[in-house]
């Protein structure tokens, strides 16, 4: 998340309570999570095992739990809970804005576009031309859609990304200020869900398909030209290349790759990356014709057993 105006390192410190090392006037542009992050951005980090990923990450200011060497030209923030406080930055700028229409009044809308009764449009969505937007369609803050995009009915377009800490009195939430983005040419099935990023942004590429039924998580990148049949959940901060296939109730890991034009065939659990242009199947998941061909053996034993018995007979 950019912020709209940038901010001074005092300015962050300020509005979240904490002491910081480097210059006051040091520049605050955004923040992000460490996927995403790029020069100007805040990233925060509250366990030992990810000080040096989050302190040599592109970021340059580090909500950090420790005080630590500061990396020459970053700076950082001191706090004693950097997810509380990265949770009160979300807040302050950008708040929750209750809807105030079934269609908001800053949504920008494309010529030819058909919005169905019972659809939501929320506040400053831009949606292209030549879409249609079926019956109880629900699209959040923020979203962005192409041109010739088919959503179905029941479909959610940016809830909040599924990103909990656990504490010892339960579950906290990280807040979600992140967004969707949905290119040309993009159909979507019924009862689909497409989560926002955490901070950046949940992708669909052109002339991609999904049946109905799907659900992608935070973060994800899928290209161009995919098929992703139903019942398939794909976890946050995937990247699916172009013209993969996934089919039926599919299943992914978060942070993994798929590579261009693999093949991944129905309940399969895609348990890492896999390379491009093959077919796979099985979970964990195995290259469909070594996998097949296990199965095929698996058949044999039986009848491998019971020559064993005749032959000791």
Known sequence: MKFSSPQ????????????????????????????????????????PKYYEKALNSAATIVLINKEVPCPQGKALLISDDPFRDFNVLSKHFKPFIPAQANIAATAQIGEHTL?????????????????????????????????????????????DAFYYKNRAEGHDKLVSTGTVKIENHVEIGALCTIDKGV??????????????????????????????????????????????????????????????KAVVMGQTGVTKSIPGGKSYFGTPVQESREQLKQLAQLKQLPKLFQNKQNKAL
């Not at 542009?29 to 100007?40: F, R, S, Y």
């Open 115 to 159: 919005i169905q009764p019972q659809a939501f449009i929320g506040n400053h969505v831009t949606i292209g031309k030549h879409c249609v937007i079926h019956p109880n369609v629900v699209i959040y803050d923020h979203i962005t859609i192409g041109d010739h995009v088919i959503i179905h009915a029941g479909t959610v377009i940016g809830a």
């Open 8 to 47: 001074t390192l005092q300015d962050i410190a300020t509005i979240i309570g904490v002491s910081y090392v480097g210059d006051p006037m040091f520049p605050v542009t955004g923040m992000n999570e460490i996927h995403v992050v790029t020069p100007g951005d805040i990233v925060f980090v509250d366990h």
């Open 199 to 260: 901070s950046g942004t949940t992708t669909i590429g052109s002339g991609t398909k999904l049946d109905n039924q799907v659900h992608i998580g935070h973060d994800t990148v899928i290209g161009k030209h995919c098929l992703i049949a139903s019942q398939t959940g794909v976890a946050g901060c995937v990247i699916i290349e172009d013209r993969v296939t996934l089919w039926g109730q599919v299943g992914t890991t978060s942070g993994i790759i798929i590579g261009e």
